[in-house]
């Protein structure tokens, strides 16, 4: 390993993975050719894509209903296309508030019916999930944001409700065990969880689709790639070969359940530091601590850049805060090794006890 990276995304990727695409780059599979050179109607692509989509599938546990695409555009797009083709003009759809990134798809869902925002946290800097709230009958789905990337706040339970659950999982996607089925329309840009970035991952349930009666352009509709599977246009290559890769390695680790356990001892060593040390403070209540991406403060932020630089001489990159929060933000991704969070915990020990 290089350096210990923290990177809120594009982030962290496993060695193995970034080994075999380096040779996948020159030859891949003995065809003489580089992968960013294949055909993409070529078997060979073809059985990337396929492996890829059959992946998500196997390692989210999905029921037949759904279908799994690699897409353009990143999950920004999602938040137009998933309400594009849920959401009929005048019909209302439920969304929850959590921070910019759903604050981005409430905007872009405006454009094609109403939004009802159910709950937020804005008001107190997005520091914690709303819990009591109620989801109008009429909803045509509830949106969730299921971890906050840049907030550092994650939903521990998922809503019970009948009404169909719309989810962005970009940054939380695989990492720990959930009831994916319980969700009607899932989406995740890949480059956080699973793998590089340029694609965009949405698990739809067809049953929810072609309700609405507007005209949807060919390439923003679901169907039109579910029946070219997600092959209608040149499919981000390198992205879904990236993808396809960083899955069979998650699943060699013995899948969702064995990563989750290891994205908790994780984030359980780093927030116990943020918690004993004097020198730091956790920005977000305790409860909704996100395992992800885990934000945190100094007590006196005249040091912050003094530690940034210690933590940079120790090869720990990528832990600067985003600018609406400030502070740090340390992102503990699915490939991040633990022996970099106990890298980085050592560095906050030796840090304070210089400072003390
Ligand atoms: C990073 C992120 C996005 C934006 O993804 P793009 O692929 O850059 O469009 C959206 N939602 C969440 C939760 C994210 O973490």
Redesign the pocket.
């Known amino acids: 390993m290089k350096v210990h990276n923290f990177n809120a ?1 594009p982030s962290v990727l496993p060695n193995e993975v970034l080994y075999k695409a380096s040779k996948a780059l020159i030859d891949f599979e003995g065809s003489g050719m580089s992968i960013l050179e294949i055909g993409h109607r070529t078997e060979l692509f073809m059985n990337v894509m396929d492996e890829a989509r059959s992946l998500v599938r196997e390692l989210m546990q999905l029921e037949d209903d759904f279908e799994v695409l690699y897409l353009h555009g ?3 797009t999602q938040f137009m296309q998933s309400a594009m083709n849920l959401l009929e003009n005048g019909e209302t759809a439920g969304y929850v508030d959590t921070g910019v ?1 759903s604050y981005k798809a409430i905007k872009e869902a405006k454009n094609f019916g109403y939004v009802d925002v159910v709950a937020s946290s804005r008001e107190s800097n997005y520091n914690h999930i709303p819990k009591q709230f109620t989801i109008p009958p009429q909803s045509k789905y509830l949106h969730i ?1 299921t ?3 840049i907030y550092g706040t994650q939903w521990q339970t998922i809503p019970v409700t009948d009404i169909p659950i719309v989810a ?1 999982m ?2 939380d996607i695989l990492s720990r065990q959930m009831d994916f089925n319980r969700f009607s329309l899932i989406y995740a ?1 890949v ?2 969880n699973m793998g590089a970035a340029g694609a ?1 991952m949405v698990a739809v349930r067809k049953s929810v689709l072609g309700k609405v009666s507007r005209k949807i352009p060919t390439i923003l509709d679901y169907k039109v790639h579910i029946e070219n599977g997600s092959m209608f246009n040149t499919p981000p290559v390198f992205a879904v070969y990236i993808s396809m890769l960083t899955l069979r390695w998650l699943k060699e680790q013995g899948g969702v359940a064995a990563i989750e356990k290891v994205n908790e001892k994780k984030a359980s060593l780093l927030y116990s530091e943020i918690d004993n040390n004097p020198l730091f403070r956790g920005t977000v209540v305790k409860e909704d601590r996100s395992r992800m991406n885990v934000c945190f403060i100094m007590d006196k932020p005249e040091l912050e850049e003094e530690f940034l630089k210690f933590c940079k001489k120790e090869d720990i990159v990528g832990i600067k805060g985003h600018r609406s929060v400030g502070g740090f933000r340390a992102s503990l991704y699915n490939a991040l090794p633990y022996e970099s969070v106990e890298v980085m915990v050592e560095a906050m020990k030796y840090f304070s006890l210089k400072k003390a």
């Open positions: 995304g990143g999950a920004s990134w944001t971890n906050n990337t962005d970009s940054s840009g480059q956080k965009c």
